[in-house]
T-cell receptor
Framework: AQTVTQSQPEMSVQEAETVTLSCTYD???????LFWYKQPPSRQMILVIR??????QNATENRFSVNFQKAAKSFSLKISDSQLGDAAMYFC????????????FGKGTKLSVIP | EPEVTQTPSHQVTQMGQEVILRCVPI?????FYWYRQILGQKVEFLVS????????KSEIFDDQFSVERPDGSNFTLKIRSTKLEDSAMYFC????????????FGQGTRLTVV
């Protein structure tokens, strides 16, 4: 079974600084999908960024980028120029793409942004 | 911007009672999901629904659970006889294609079983 591990229960970052959230996963698949979701206090989970495993290029969405290391099964999220609105729980998630619909989530990292 | 809406936001029910959690997915979406998050734990997949039938379910989704899309707009999760351990946040999600594209989540329903 696939597992997703987020080893940092909590992180903090100074406003305008850069922070990296870690995620590792375990799978025997070669093609799969990885996601970072943000859950602010409003509770609604919002997709931040997505990476297809067959793509070597790291995904980027504005201030958010990933460092995808397929061999190491690592998928970290970098937030640049952190803003107060970035404060939230961040969940790393995996989908094996082999006709499966389900996401497997990590336990989450609570990010605080210090003004 | 279209969004997934869930009602109620908080439901308190007595152990043994039936509860129905409601979701209105985004209108042109075809894939529907329920997830739950017990306090302090991971978000866990319960079930996916496509073309009016369950396409995948987890071991959590036992005979006490059922899903339905009764009228083409709502997507419901029923728990037949609630247990204390069913207390959790329940998230509905929908997607236009298979999950590899994107799943849009609702704000969740907090279910408290007393």
């Amino acid at each position: 079974a696939q597992t997703v591990t987020q080893s940092q229960p909590e992180m903090s970052v100074q406003e305008a600084e850069t922070v990296t959230l870690s995620c590792t996963y375990d799978t025997s698949e070669s093609d799969y999908y990885l996601f970072w979701y943000k859950q602010p206090p409003s509770r609604q989970m919002i997709l931040v960024i997505r990476q297809e495993a067959y793509k070597q290029q790291n995904a980027t969405e504005n201030r958010f980028s990933v460092n995808f290391q397929k061999a190491a099964k690592s998928f970290s999220l970098k937030i640049s120029d952190s803003q107060l609105g970035d404060a939230a729980m961040y969940f790393c998630a995996y989908n094996n793409g082999a006709g499966s619909y389900q996401l497997t989530f990590g336990k989450g990292t609570k990010l605080s942004v210090i003004p | 911007e279209p969004e997934v809406t869930q009602t109620p936001s908080h439901q308190v029910t007595q152990m043994g009672q039936e509860v129905i959690l409601r979701c209105v997915p985004i209108s042109n979406h075809l894939y529907f999901y329920w997830y739950r998050q017990i306090l302090g734990q991971k978000v866990e997949f319960l079930v996916s629904f496509y073309n009016n039938e369950i396409s995948e379910k987890s071991e959590i989704f036992d005979d006490q659970f059922s899903v339905e899309r009764p009228d083409g707009s709502n997507f419901t999760l029923k728990i037949r006889s609630t247990k204390l351990e069913d207390s959790a946040m329940y998230f509905c999600a929908s997607g236009a294609g298979q999950l590899s594209t994107e799943a849009f989540f609702g704000q969740g329903t907090r279910l408290t079983v007393v």
